[in-house]
DNA sequence: ACAATAAGTCAGATTTTTTTGACTATAGAA
DNA sequence: TTCTATAGTCAAAAAAATCTGACTTATTGT
């Protein structure tokens, strides 16, 4: 079903929402993030749901995934500059509440 | 089931989250609301919908209900001012787009 | 009096999102 | 070589959000 888009925020409203992606984008502005860390890190999450939102923000360009090639070989998740352009709009918000 | 909020901007984020709040905030920010125009206005949605939206935003203190006693008696919904605070939000969530 | 408009509610159906549990493939440690 | 960790995928189930259509009650307009 083609959704049209009227409300200019929405789409940006719409990437974040999500159950896990807030949190996920918070803790991606602390530092790098990694798969079973952030399993780990946000109780009550799930595999399944943890990684459909890494998806989803990485097609929306908020971050990015780099395999590190080094000791012990992992992947990581990085804001990207447009991931890094949204902080802003968090700190605002949280100066709201 | 209980959620426990671990992201400080989450509770914002979840208030403007649901299809149609986005826009109906919009909406709200341009001139006060009525229930059968918004459904004119807001192609797509419904009746139920849109009742619980408006719920929604009313108890989480960003729209106030106001029964209008003139000429002809209707509901109107108003931003408040906890409302009116999140307009830089998305001004400034509409600048990144 | 009669029809129309406003502002909904209610139950049930449909859709979307989120969760569960089982399973995979690769790398490193013991 | 066996065990553990990482980083997932897949199908199915469960839960949450949204939509439909019928119905309501009060107020206006004709």
Redesign the pocket.
């Known amino acids: ?1 083609e959704e049209i888009e009227t409300c200019p925020a929405q789409r940006l409203l719409k990437m974040l ?4 992606k807030a949190e996920i984008f918070r803790l991606s502005v602390e530092s790098p993030l ?4 952030l399993l780990r890190q946000i109780q ?6 943890l ?5 989803e923000l990485e097609e929306e360009g908020l971050l990015e ?1 780099t395999t590190i090639k080094l ?7 990085n804001l990207t500059e447009k991931g890094k352009m949204l902080i802003p709009v968090f700190e605002q918000l949280e100066g709201l509440s």
């Open positions: 079903m929402s999500g159950k896990w990694r798969f079973n860390s009550g999450s799930n595999k399944q749901s990684a459909t939102a890494l998806k995934k000791k012990p070989l992992h992947i990581e998740y």
